[in-house]
């Protein structure tokens, strides 16, 4: 896959500010204020930042957390890494094309992956089927 490399000014001027904030900074949006959390619809949850597909929506479901979740990603579409911002290391996951923040990967999630791909809706797009 080709990656996309942008400077912050070019990031900037195809990003809402609160996109910038989580996808080329990490920052976290607020739990409960995303539309995409109670989207049902079957479709295709994309990457804000480049529009390639992360999440299928037949593998979301609400895990209460406030911020929609995945039991899967699609598979090469996301890379993760070792953070360790709050002390205790977590897998923080971007996407694989323009390296942009998604969220967090835990091991609480339901099968039958037992993942919680736990993701900032506002760094997601949304095309239904």
Not at 35 to 47: D, K, P, S, T, V
Not at 53 to 60: I, T
Request: glycine letters at 8%; charged letters at 25%; hydrophobic letters at 35%.
């Amino acid at each position: 896959m080709e990656r996309i490399k942008r400077s912050d000014a070019e990031w900037r001027k195809r990003l809402t500010a609160a996109q910038f904030a989580v996808l080329r900074r990490a920052a976290t949006e607020r739990p409960f204020s995303s539309a995409l959390l109670n989207e049902h619809r079957a479709g295709i949850y994309r990457c804000a930042g480049c529009a390639l597909p992360l999440f299928e929506s037949r593998h979301k479901f609400d895990s209460g957390t406030g911020w929609p979740s995945f039991f899967a990603a699609i598979n090469g579409h996301v890379e993760t890494k070792l953070d360790f911002k709050l002390i205790l290391p977590r897998t923080e996951y971007h996407c694989a094309r323009c390296g942009g923040h998604q969220g967090h990967r835990f091991d609480d999630g339901p099968e039958p992956t037992g993942q919680r791909w736990c993701n900032n809706g506002v760094a997601l797009t949304f095309d239904p089927a």
